[in-house]
């Protein structure tokens, strides 16, 4: 799902570090002491999680947890995303440093949906367990939409690229559905603590 360097245009580029800056300096400004800790957690589970991949074209698949970190931080989301992309970009040359601007928009953007998804109320652990379901599998479907999308208006010799990134995605949706179900049933077991997320604006309790 990282996009590799040199192969998009100046204008996609340049659109997508705007964007991500301004959403991760609010971020940043936001971002309480209490919740460093966890948002480097978070950080380094994305890392883990995406750099273990299968290159496909210019792109490539893997798990993203977005899900995940965006459920456990919020708009702090976007902190833990740019970190993990900035250290595999300078330490691995996995994306690169050009595309950080449009890799952090498309994989971070998708994780304000999931966080959405959990602070919805549920009546009973059926509705749940699709809500947290749902926090995995859209995001990454969000995800792999934006990727195609930004393969698609780069040029026509890309579209052919992002509909098979968006299909190659389709398996790794579910898988990554479940993998957040259980692992937000077992956070909720062991450490329900985790599961509270602050908003300057607002405070809210999980469902």
Known sequence: MH???????????????????????????????????KTAVLSALF???????????????????????????????????????????VLFGFGGLTTL??????????????????MLPSNNRWQKDLLWFLVGFVPLALSAFLLSLTLALNGDAFVDAAKLALLAHLPIMFIEGFITLFAL????????HLLHVKEQYVTHRAA
């Open 47 to 89: 890392f883990l999680a995406s750099f273990i991949h299968v290159p496909i074209g210019p792109t490539s698949v893997h798990l993203v947890l977005g899900g995940i970190v965006g459920a456990m931080l919020g708009f702090r989301a976007f902190i833990a995303i740019f970190v993990a992309l900035l250290l595999q970009g």
């Open 185 to 192: 049933r077992f956070i909720e077991k062991v450490s329900p």
């Open 3 to 37: 996009l590799s360097e040199g192969l998009l245009r100046p204008e996609i580029l340049i659109g997508g570090a705007v964007v991500s800056a301004a959403f991760t300096l609010y971020a940043f400004k936001t971002l309480k002491d209490d919740e460093i800790p």
């Open 101 to 118: 601007g449009i890799n952090l928009f498309n994989l971070a953007t998708p994780t304000l949906i999931g966080y959405w998804l959990f």
